[in-house]
């Protein structure tokens, strides 16, 4: 018959396996990061290239994509390190990566349309936003399924600081199409404002969930003579009459303005994704030493019948002082020894069970974070429902309904979906 | 190089290995059932023998307790039937069956305290209901960690009928001790009126959650003439004025008729746990035959590089008129079987895509009816934490506040957590 003792000792193996797997997420969420900023470059020199019909950035594009290759191995390299016959990883993570996969397999085909001037710099953003938005979901899905609130709490930060940062590459490329076209339009100035907005509140997120070592290392990393230059080009870009001129002499200035700004993210997120690495060691480490002590307590407890002590019975008791004294011969284990070891396994348990509740509390509130990112997807899906849209058109109605009517997404998501009741069922 | 198929079949290994974790849990779910009733009717007995100073009952309880222990043997082989050296159970899970052991342990104990007369009514009232209730939390466990919608759906229906039984089982427990006294009195009546509203949300959420067969069998279990009585004995016990007199010798009366109401519940809960079982065995059947599927695509995929084909292309795309056609010369896979493999490949990791984002967001509101047992749990920690109160006495309070207010536990939890920001950190 398995024991209490024993079925503490597969918790902690349960946990000691899901932080292994978190430590190897970990690392494969740092690959993806790096192959995100990778294409984020990559995708505003493309766009650069295209606005410019070929005539420039065609070396600075091609020596982005060769520098994109090297990444994109190393990252399949991560995921072939992934154990796909074991089970640990969960079906979400793995379908995640099976998208992204297909993702890359496209993404030759889709350089030789830039290269060859076939599509339009919007359509290749999209399709490289696309790409992103699939890798960036690895990242969520590794947030939405750790089970230590602390390493939650990081990836959460993680996640949004990323997701901030892909906010920006697009305000890169939506105000650098602006600059190149020479004349300002309300459709571009209402999009650039979105993406700032968005972004914000991403970094928002992260100043409230990452360690106060990585929100000092964001406020340091923010030059200020860097970020007066990128808020007065914001403000030309935002505040110029509909169909009033820029100066595409700029679009130059503005790209290595936003630049700057982007490389600065990526050492702070190099940073988190370090951190984030050495509290999955610290506490394997711990788990493994708890571990330890459990067998060791196994070890040592004696073939009896299990506990009819009186040890036993301040299971029903809720404080110390009111355990009932030594009964001798009341219980088979009453003597001295035996008795001792059945109240530190009662103690285990119990202190188990309370961790069980302040954890679960905790993570009630980190991931609280991720659902609005998780119902504006969920207002996309009943758009795309219920009006046969394509997800990019459902994004773009909600984004179109936030600016008309000056609302934050959240709040068109919440409002699409309190509508949800009176909608005819969507045929499945 | 691990394809995208790849991660798909082992995708769908994860979700076969949960589902067969999930049909073992059940098993486990139904085994904790029974122990959990055949406690109640001990708790029950035990309750009318300590009441009648061991004169009456002994002979009826100690019957029962035969019977509890044969079923107690079962829940132990099943516990023993868990594989504890794997980790798809997940560490919540054995936590709760560590807990649940050691309150088994400590049954014997509490047994003798009846059967010597030595504890009051309500001190064993309170031991049975602290194990009823870790019973109760596997249960929950396993309803908050399924990751098919449909089988949450019918886990948290299982999870609060079984609850709404536990409340019934209370509520007998209650009217005996008021009509054995034989003097109604404000605090008992108020604690019956709190059992039976619990006991209705419990089953409303029941009654949300199942399926139609299982309301309709509900509703046929409950016949008009025992609901015609219990409601009577009900008004007697709720109404009569405080000091007023009871007739004790209607104590009989309310313990059976309650008793048949909490058989049939044990009936329907029967009913809920082999429902539940051949949702699962449906799904593994169900996911085992796509897993062949893919493994068969598998094996006819050309092994030629990772597809550059236009067919790739279209993961760019969002419907599929807008792929374009096949460009012959363009890919290294551009004839036509393996444009046509590709495709179906790429519409399978779509599908997954969409697949999970539904899957997510009915798992979010099936799961949203288990916050409010969170809420409570969690405003309870913050009373323990910040008043040093056991877990009883933080309970009672609540209970209490929600009395004297005339409000739902639930209400109190969120005004108690309302106030969590004003009340000073408490010690770790």
């Given at each position: 018959m398995k024991s209490g003792l024993c079925f503490l000792i597969a918790a902690k193996r349960c946990d000691i396996a899901e932080l292994q797997q978190l430590a190897l997420t970990s690392a494969l969420v740092n690959a993806c990061g790096r192959l995100v900023h990778a294409l984020q470059r990559e995708r505003g020199l493309s766009n650069l290239y295209l606005g410019s019909q070929g005539q420039r950035w065609a070396e600075e594009r091609h020596a982005q994509v060769q520098q994109s290759l090297v990444i994109q191995d190393e990252v399949l390299a991560c995921f072939d390190r992934l154990?796909?016959?074991?089970?640990?990883?969960?079906a979400r993570l793995f379908s995640r990566i099976a998208y992204v996969l297909q993702g890359l397999d496209a993404l030759p085909a889709l350089r030789a349309r830039v290269e060859s001037l076939a599509w339009t710099p919007a359509r290749a953003t999209a399709a490289y936003i696309r790409l992103v938005s699939g890798l960036l979901a690895v990242v969520f899905e590794a947030a939405d399924s750790a089970s230590d609130p602390d390493i939650s709490r990081r990836l959460v930060a993680l996640f949004n600081f990323m997701q901030g940062k892909e906010f920006a590459g697009q305000e890169r490329a939506t105000g650098s199409a602006l600059f190149a076209a020479g004349r300002a339009d309300t459709a571009g100035q209402q999009q650039l404002l979105h993406l700032i907005d968005s972004q914000e509140r991403c970094l928002q997120v992260f100043a409230d969930f990452a360690s106060e070592a990585l929100t000092t290392a964001w406020r340091g990393a923010q030059r200020h003579e860097h970020l007066a230059g990128l808020e007065r080009l914001r403000r030309i870009l935002c505040t110029t009459a509909a169909g009033g001129p820029l100066d595409a002499a700029l679009s130059q200035t503005w790209f290595d303005s936003c630049t700057a700004r982007i490389d600065a993210m990526k050492t702070v997120e190099d940073l988190l994704a370090a951190e984030l690495l050495a509290l999955c060691e610290q506490r394997i480490e711990a788990a493994t030493a708890d571990l330890a002590n459990f067998e060791r307590l196994k070890d040592n407890v004696?073939?009896?019948?299990p506990g009819q002590g009186s040890?036993?019975?301040?299971?029903?008791?809720?404080?110390?002082?009111e355990r009932p004294l030594v009964t001798p011969g009341?219980?088979?284990?009453?003597?001295?020894y035996g008795l001792q070891l059945e109240r530190s396994i009662l103690e285990l348990v119990q202190d188990q069970a309370r961790r069980l509740q302040t954890v679960s509390n905790e993570l009630d509130t980190v991931r609280a974070s991720l659902n609005e990112r998780k119902l504006v997807e969920r207002a996309k899906g009943l758009l795309m429902a219920h009006r046969h849209l394509s997800e990019e058109e459902a994004h773009k109605t909600m984004r179109q309904m936030a600016m008309n009517q000056n609302r934050r997404l959240i709040e068109v998501a919440e409002a699409v979906l309190a509508m949800a009741d009176v909608l005819p069922e969507p045929r499945r």
């Open positions: 154990d796909t016959e074991a089970s640990v990883h969960g004696p073939a009896t019948a040890a036993a019975l301040s299971f029903f008791d809720d404080s110390p002082d009341l219980g088979t284990s009453g003597q001295g």
